[in-house]
């Protein structure tokens, strides 16, 4: 899970933000000066980092040699002066957002950052796969799923992203075992929806497509 640590100094705002990242999957936590956000970033070596540039005890200026050494680190600042930006940018900061900014703006700057942020998870409405262990998880509960589910899944959700389904044909060619292939299939389809069963999923369903194939459903 993406490690995001959001250095800010009004408590309600750090809390806020940390909370709407949780509920996006991201594993969030905040610290309010930069004493607390050079322990926390030691500790917990966050991919990115969201950074006040006013803070309590000194500027966020000082924490930026440490972190973008790392980390990619988004500004969050009032400061709308050009050298501030140059300072900023100079030390390696991905990007600059001015408040009072708008949360879906953050979280938009947030996910065009992730996306060059190596990541081993997947995530798939409310579930979570772990593609180094192979474990899918959901509001707390966990399975460990063979490595022809989690195939299976990737395949699946990479259709729904294209806005179609999965024919029944890729599904073969990718697999090998000497078996009747439309039994092989629906088991494959049926053990994945006990185990999304299993976790609780409430957003992610899989529809069979009678003689086409089978579609992924990402409820809202």
Known sequence: MIKIMVVEDDRLLNNSIVKILRSRHYNAFG???????????????????????????????????????????????????????????????????????????????????????????????DIVIDLKSQRMSCKGRWVDLPHSQVELLKALYKKQQQNTYLPKEEIVAAETEEIDESARIQNMIARIRKNLYHVKSERVLIETLYGMGYQLVILS
């Open 31 to 125: 610290a309010l000066n930069i004493r607390d956000g050079r322990l926390l970033f030691e500790k917990e070596k966050p991919d990115l980092v969201l950074l006040d540039l006013m803070l309590p005890d000194g500027k966020g200026y000082e924490l930026l040699p440490l972190m973008t050494l790392e980390s990619k680190v988004i500004i969050m600042t009032a400061l709308t002066d050009r050298e501030s930006k140059y300072i900023c940018y100079e030390k390696g900061a991905e990007d600059y957002i001015l408040k009072n900014f708008d949360m879906q703006e953050l979280l938009y700057k947030i996910e065009v950052t992730r996306r060059n942020i190596p990541s081993d998870e997947l995530i798939i409405g």
